[in-house]
């Protein structure tokens, strides 16, 4: 194990937090960088660990806004790049910043502190490869640009991102990229410290305020649970990995078929349809439920038409090495996430599984109330 110490750009995020918490216990000294978020909370809790201190840095600025004379920045070997925002609405100038402009600044200091670099980008650098492959294509681990077109400047953001860290890479950065997939709850039991895009919308369709969406019952979700991803990020640090590419998503594709079938175990939950995208006419909806889709729903619903498949080879042989496996990622997981929404009152009446469900409704039906 080196005795070097392992920044992490987006320390207080989703992927970052886990990511710190991973290198603690490998025994890593951890420059935690954050920007507005000052606490680091794992789905655990929040992370208090000796090896691990909390700095105040900028994506936005030379150097990541941090102190060249810090005795640990000068002891970097590896950089961990997880600051970039994942909205997809943002105006082009935001992801010029901070997902383009933030990873250039990732890789100018990467280089000026000889250290390897870890990239986080997404598997969704695939944008509309159906368009040019066909329906249920692969999108390899080697591949990045094919001349597909996106479905929103996040995706093209990304894309542009990764070029810039390749380019790095050819001028002799050691380089590694994970590709997470939509980054959702923990694998065993579907905790999560931070539920935003997709569960926004999972969120309006089972409380009934969105009852009609585009989309096709054969497209697929590709859901990477959060642990995972960290794991994986994780043993790319551990085994000083560079020049290999890593998609992190789940071992199997949720259709949109299995969304709409465990939504229906729960009695809690009201229930969606998808129609055909050509058939879709939000002027029909009326006025709430067209104020949910234009305010939230609209920029995932290129989602739910995709039918991209992920080759994860190089994935499963790094998990492989660590004694693990593709964690299951179709109807089970996502059973564990609505439970877990349920159980903190994220959906719904905050019942906490669906056999509690199915309980309070039995006693309605003998005269109780709810």
Do not use: W
């Not at 250290?115 to 591949?143: I, N």
């Amino acid at each position: 194990m080196s005795d070097g110490t392992v920044l992490v750009t987006g320390a207080a995020g989703l992927v970052g937090a886990e990511v710190c918490a991973r290198m603690a216990r490998q025994g890593r000294r951890v420059l935690a960088m954050v920007h507005s978020k000052p606490e680091i909370r794992t789905v655990d809790g929040p992370l208090h660990a000796a090896r691990v201190r909390v700095v105040n840095g900028d994506v936005t600025a030379p150097g990541l806004g941090l102190d060249p004379t810090d005795p640990l920045v000068r002891r970097l070997d590896t950089v961990v790049h997880c600051a970039a925002t994942t909205n997809f609405s943002e105006p082009d100038d935001v992801y010029r910043r901070l997902n383009i402009g933030g990873t250039e600044n990732a890789v100018a200091f990467a280089q000026r502190a000889s250290a390897r670099l870890v990239h986080v980008s997404t598997a969704y650098v695939c944008g509309k490869l159906d368009e040019l492959a066909g329906p249920g294509a692969t999108f390899l681990e080697s591949e990045l640009d094919r001349g597909q077109r996106f479905n929103n400047g996040y995706e093209a953001s990304k894309l542009q991102a990764e070029r810039i860290v390749r380019d790095a890479e050819r001028g002799g950065l050691p380089v590694a990229i994970v590709r997470p997939g939509i980054v959702c709850g923990h694998s065993e039991d579907g905790r999560i410290t931070d539920r935003r895009n997709l569960y926004l919308v999972l969120k309006l369709i089972t409380e009934g305020k969105l009852r009609t969406l585009p989309g096709r019952y054969g497209a697929t979700l590709a859901l990477a649970p959060v642990d995972m991803v960290a794991d994986v990020i994780a043993h790319v640090v551990a085994d000083g990995i560079s020049g290999r590419t890593f998609h992190a998503v789940g071992r199997d594709a949720l259709s949109l078929r299995d969304v709409s079938d465990v939504i229906s175990e729960y009695p809690c939950f009201d229930i969606n349809r998808f129609v055909p995208p050509a058939g879709f006419d939000p002027d029909e909806l009326d006025r709430r439920e067209r104020a949910y889709f234009d305010r939230v729903a609209r920029d995932y619903t290129d989602y739910f038409v995709r039918t991209v498949r992920f080759d994860t080879t190089a994935t499963r042989e790094l998990l492989a090495a660590h004694d693990a496996a593709l964690p299951a990622s179709g109807r089970e997981l996502l059973r564990a996430i609505f439970d877990d929404c349920l159980r903190v009152g994220f959906l719904a009446d905050g019942l906490r599984s669906v056999d509690e469900a199915v309980a309070s409704v039995a006693a309605g039906a003998s005269g109780g109330h709810r």
